[in-house]
Structure formats: C-alpha cells, structure tokens
C-alpha cells in the first residue's frame, strides 16, 4: 500500500505537478515542508519589528501611511504562512511557541537594527529585493497551498521593493546629509541581505533533497547571484558605492564576481548571537503575551456562533419530529 502511494507521490513530483494536503506525502517532505514554511511565515512576522519601530517616527503623513501598510502586508503574509503550515498538520500555536522557545528560526536579517530612516529605504530595495529573487521561483514550489500563498506574496514584495527604491531615490535627489544616511544603511544592509540566501551550496544540509523534491528550484548560491547581478545597476542608479572591493563584472561569466561573505557572521546570527536576536524575541513573546485576551475572545465567539447554529438545527429538527 505505502509503495503505491510513494510511487503516486514520485510520479507526481516527476511530472511536476502540485503536492495537496490530503495526498500521500513522505513524513520527511512534510516535515520539510513545515520547518521551511514555519521558518518563512515566522520571519514574515518578526520582520514587521524593524520597519514597525520607524511608524511613528516617518517623516511625513504620506510615508507613515505606505510604511503602516508594509508592514500590515507582512501580517498577512505570516497569517497565510501559518495556514499553509496548518495544511500540513501544523499547529499554529505551537508554532509560534517554538519560535519564542528558540527552537525554530526566523530569517537573521531582522536581528541588525534600524538607525535611521534610510533603514526603511534600504531593506524595501535589498531585503525584499533579495526576498522577492527567493521566492519568485517559490510560486512553482511542489507543496500547492505554499506556492499558491507565494503567487500572492511575491506581487506585495515586489510593491515592497519599489516603494523603499522610491523612498531611496527621493533621499538620493536630497540633502548631503540624506545621501550620507543612503549610503551608510546600504553599508550596514548589503552583506546581511546577501546571507539571506542562506549557507553556500557545499554547506547547505537541506538543498539537494528539497531540490529533488521541486520544493527549491535554484540553490542558495545560483539565488545569491542573481540578486547581485540584478542590484548591481540598480545601486549604480541611485550613486551608491556596494561595500565590497572585490565586486566587479566578469565578462567571460557574464555575471558579477563577488567577495567573501562572513560565513561565520551568519551562522552567530542563526544561532541566536545577532545584535537584535533577543529583542526580537521577547519583543514577539510580550505580543503574544498581550494578545492573549483577543484569541480568548475570537475562540469564545466561534463557540457561541457554533452553539447558535446547532441550537436552531436541534430546534428545527425537534419541530419536525
Ligand atoms: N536565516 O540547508 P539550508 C521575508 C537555516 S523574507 C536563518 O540552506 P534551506 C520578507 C535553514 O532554515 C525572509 N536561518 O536550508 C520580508 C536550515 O535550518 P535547519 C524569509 C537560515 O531551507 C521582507 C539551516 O539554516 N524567507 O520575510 C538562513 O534549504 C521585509 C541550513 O540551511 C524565507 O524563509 C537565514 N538566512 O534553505 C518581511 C524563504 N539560511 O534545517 C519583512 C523561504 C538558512 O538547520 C520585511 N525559505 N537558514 O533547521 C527558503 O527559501 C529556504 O528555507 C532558505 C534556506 C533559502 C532560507
């Protein structure tokens, strides 16, 4: 019977079709599966601390406004994360205390502070610029409900990208001063944002499996790339300096060559010793702590509605009788 159904699943992946939840799936699929989509939706949430800290501090209605909805989007995206993780078994609470527990990770780009308002720019133009490079190719995940949320996310990310490029290239046209702030969260941004893809190839546990099963389409490495080779020009654009000397095209590639990234930076950060790691967390401990009495209320309202319901149905049925 289990070798029927593993053959279905094969085949399904083979002929590259889509992984639903009430199919036959590997244990150790589904358990990638949540681990990667409980990853994601968590950094989606955590992600909202960076930028939320600058709302009541944007410099005008306008930019409060787009900021106030960035951030608002990103809730989303963690609340369709978290269903897609449930298609799997997963249970949202739980999950969430694992992330509080510290035993399941958020991406490490949001444990590096916000300082200024460049900061906003900086992380709609590389952190969702280097989110969107890694979840485009998401869209044809095998899992279905996790590449259909993506279809979604990816068009509000690129939104991200644009606005925080637009942000950058109006503080470009700016003051000295403005220029300054551009130039020195680009400084601070542009390694982590290259460490989002995750460890190189040759260190990376997860790849060749989740590559075989369609869950990845590219490898970090082949992701990183790409995100250098379309940033480039674009920080070109805006006259800003990449902070890496040994970044230059190689025309035989026809890419560009990059210098080494602080591996052991990231896999600090990943364990936990980042600058913001801790804030973070508590930060998302307190929210859900102060959260509490809204789940108790929306849990105590469902039972009334569904009391209501199956009181008119015992009331019509006795009618009947
Ligand atoms: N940070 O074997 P691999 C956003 C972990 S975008 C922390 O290469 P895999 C939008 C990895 O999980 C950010 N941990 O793993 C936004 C694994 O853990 P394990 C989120 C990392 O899965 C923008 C171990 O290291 N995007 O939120 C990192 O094949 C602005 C070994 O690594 C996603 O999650 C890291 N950078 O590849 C929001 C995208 N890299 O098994 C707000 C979906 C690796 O030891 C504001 N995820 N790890 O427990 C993916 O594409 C993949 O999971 C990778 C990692 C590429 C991240």
Redesign the pocket.
């Known amino acids: 019977m289990t070798d029927t159904l593993e053959q279905h699943f094969d085949a399904t992946i083979e002929h590259d079709r889509r992984i639903e939840p009430r199919d036959w799936m590997p244990d150790a699929y589904r358990n990638t599966m949540i ?2 989509i409980a ?2 939706a968590h ?2 949430i955590i ?1 909202m601390q960076p ?1 939320g800290t600058w709302i009541t501090r944007a410099p005008s209605l306008r930019r409060k406004a787009i900021l106030l909805a960035k951030v608002q989007d ?1 809730a989303g995206h963690g609340m369709y994360l978290y269903s897609a993780a449930e298609t799997l078994g997963a249970d949202r609470t739980d999950l969430t205390e694992r992330l509080i527990a510290g035993r399941q ?5 949001f444990n590096y502070p916000t300082l200024t308002y460049a900061d906003v720019g900086v ?1 709609g133009w590389l ?2 610029g280097a ?1 969107i490079c ?2 485009v190719p ?1 869209c044809r995940s095998s899992y279905g409900p996790y590449a259909r949320a993506m279809v979604r996310i990816c068009k509000e ?1 690129s939104f991200h990208q644009r606005q925080g490029y637009e942000l950058l290239l109006t503080m470009a046209a700016g003051t000295d001063a403005q220029r300054a702030m551009v130039q020195d969260a680009t400084n601070r941004f542009w390694w982590p944002s290259l ?5 190189p190839d040759d260190a ?4 060749e499996r ?1 590559m075989a099963w369609g869950i ?1 389409r590219h490898t ?1 490495d082949e992701l990183r790339q790409r995100f250098v080779d379309m940033t480039v020009p674009q920080a070109e654009k805006l006259g800003v300096t990449l902070p890496d000397p040994d970044l230059r095209w190689n025309p035989e590639r026809g890419r560009y060559d990059f210098g080494t990234i602080d591996w052991d930076e ?1 896999t600090a950060v ?1 364990k936990g010793n980042g600058p913001c790691n801790a804030q973070r967390v508590e930060r998302r401990r307190q929210a859900h702590e102060e959260g509490a009495w809204v789940r108790e209320a929306a849990a105590a309202h469902a039972r009334k509605a569904a009391l209501g319901a199956d009181g008119d149905r015992v009331h019509g049925g006795g009618a009947g009788s």
């Open positions: 681990r990667q990853q994601h950094s989606e992600g930028e990103e990770k958020y991406s490490s780009i992380i952190v969702d989110a890694n979840q998401l990310e460490m989002m893809f995750g460890p990376s546990p997860n790849t989740s990845k970090n990231l990943i």
